[in-house]
């Protein structure tokens, strides 16, 4: 038997019961005065209405029973939601509805009890918060959207207009299509707020993907930021998307102040520079190229992070993404301008009205403002692969000195203990095979993406040769552990003087005896930081 009615029936009667009030009253005024159509409601609703005027038939009427339980139940009847379910092309249900005096139900406008709000508000106690799990708004929903043949749902007042609009252009009516497309948004919106309480329950407050080893179903939870003119390339069709709720100091949640739109590739490179910064308590710059860090630099000073970060690979990091955990000043600019750098990206916390000024002149460079920093790490890492998703916690450099070994007999003093850290931390963020140079807090060269270490490690003093011309002094940095020799001796003959890794090699003690003889200290994270 067909969904599809006959006709488009006509709206005789609504049932109205809403949390957002917003443009309620004249939506029903406009229902009954221009379209004589008869509106039941409930609690706050009906009382609402009623004062404004309109003729209001309350939900008790139409149950024969009063709302009970603090208003828990009130709409959950044969009266209600038969009212919504009967089918209007069903001869059975048609009878059925008539012995048992059910009047159908043409329209539903309801939307519910804002439990994420209570949430988020942080001072309501879990029994308050229990009383904010609307039970039969969903039900209503649900079974009006379930009867989209017959049946108009609206969940929002933003869609008053047009229903409004669409009443008029079809005598009363709506069109099949908009009934299906309303049901559509019915079933997106309970599924949300499901979820919402799952997570609540299940402690993951702050979390909008609960990842747990183990957990067998996994809801995820997704809201459009933008259609996206393409992918990766002109060909692919792309959007942008972000986890439903407030992120506060995310990517996803950052504020465009000024530029061009986003493109696919611009959101992965600026998403792999943010994240990158992220790792840095000290004021840090990391410029990022095809998702890879060409430059990194800490310093007190955030104009000279920035500076010391560009020099360390001019030319990638033209046409580079920028991200910064300071505030970017006056200061800031007037060095990347100096620079004459090509900017596609420029991404942190907060922006000096100056520096502002100054960016408004290139008004095509993209810049985003996150409100804040996050701390590294805390929600998990999802990756599409065909047919599924891998889901991962996200990865952080969070281990320090205090957790390192100290491999061999060379020692290593307080400042090249900084600059392997600081190393440690920019080789994260860089494909493996990564190898990492730096001195002085500052980035010297780096190689990636490699089949094999060795070549990441000539690729790393080259550009440390043809930048800084040499790159005797440096540290370096290896996301996995050294499994030959040969990567020592490429750095050996360079002259870098520790090197820091994660160690576990069968080949452990060949690869230290090697550096031994050259005088290079050894340190291993017992850690890796692998990046795909």
């Known amino acids: 038997m067909s969904t599809t009615p006959a006709t488009n029936p006509t709206i005789k009667r609504a049932l109205v019961s809403v949390t957002d009030k917003e443009g309620i009253v004249d939506f029903c005024q406009t229902l009954t005065n221009d379209f004589g159509i008869e509106v039941i409601s409930t609690g706050g609703t009906a009382a609402l209405l009623s004062n404004a005027g309109i003729p209001v038939t309350p ?9 009970m339980m603090d208003g828990r139940v009130k709409t959950l009847h044969p009266k209600v939601h038969g009212a919504l379910l009967a089918r209007r ?9 008539k012995i048992h005096d059910i009047g159908t139900i043409d329209l539903v406008v309801a939307n519910l009890y804002a439990f994420e709000a209570a949430v988020a508000r942080g001072d309501l106690s879990e029994e308050d918060i229990i009383e904010n799990i609307d039970i039969g708004g969903p039900s209503m929903l649900r079974s009006a959207a379930k009867n989209f043949a017959s049946v108009t749902v609206i969940t929002c007042p933003d869609s008053y207009n047009d229903f409004i609009i669409e009443l008029r252009e079809n005598a009363g009516s709506t069109t099949l299509k908009t009934r299906k497309g309303l049901a559509q948004k019915v079933f ?66 950052a ?30 710059c990391v410029i990022v190229k095809h998702t890879n860090s060409c430059g990194g630099a800490s310093d007190p000073d955030i104009a000279v992070a920035y500076q010391k970060a560009w020099q360390g690979d001019p030319i990638s990091a033209f046409g580079g993404i920028i991200a910064l955990n300071r505030p970017v000043t006056k200061a800031v600019v007037e060095a990347i301008f100096a620079n ?15 520096a502002l000024s100054l960016l408004a002149t290139k008004p095509n460079m993209r810049v985003l403002e996150t409100g804040g920093v996050n701390p590294p790490g805390g929600r ?65 060269g780096m190689g990636a993406g490699q089949p094999n270490r060795v070549s990441s490690a000539r690729l790393a003093v080259e550009q440390a040769d043809r930048q800084f011309g040499e790159a005797a002094g440096c540290v370096a940095a290896s996301d996995a552990f050294i499994p030959f020799p040969d990567t020592v001796e490429v750095l050996a003959a360079a002259g870098v003087k520790a090197i820091i890794q994660p160690g576990g090699s069968m080949r452990d003690a060949e690869v230290l005896e090697v550096a031994e003889a050259a005088g290079i200290a050894m340190i291993y994270t017992n850690k890796r930081h692998f990046r795909h």
Not at 59 to 67: A, C, D, K, N, S
Not at 419 to 437: E, H, R
């Open 255 to 284: 504020t465009q102040l000024q530029g061009k739109a986003l493109s696919y590739n611009n959101i992965l490179d600026t998403d792999a520079a943010w994240t990158a910064v992220r790792e840095f308590a000290d004021s840090s």
């Open 59 to 67: 939900i008790e009427e139409v149950t024969g029973l009063p709302e």
């Open 380 to 444: 998990p890492a999802l990756r599409s692969i065909e047919g599924g998703v891998l889901i991962q916690d996200e990865d952080t450099a969070t281990e320090g000195s205090g957790s390192f070994t100290v491999a061999g007999k060379v020692a290593v003093d307080t400042d090249t203990m900084a600059d392997l850290v600081f190393a440690w931390k920019v080789c994260k963020g860089i494909k493996s095979n990564a190898v990492v140079l730096a001195k002085d807090m500052q980035m010297h």
């Open 340 to 354: 004459k750098q090509f900017v596609e990206v420029l991404i942190a916390p907060s922006f000096e009205a100056e």
């Open 188 to 253: 997106g919106l309970t599924a949300h707020y499901d979820a919402a309480i799952a997570h609540y329950l299940s402690g993951d407050l702050n979390e909008q993907t609960s990842y747990e080893q183990g957990k067998e179903e996994l809801q995820i939870d997704l809201e459009k930021i933008q259609d996206l003119r393409y992918g990766e390339n002109p060909h692919q069709i792309a959007g942008y998307y972000r986890f439903k709720g407030d992120i506060s100091h995310t990517l996803a949640n």
């Open 89 to 97: 092309d069903n001869p059975q249900h048609v009878e059925e509805a």
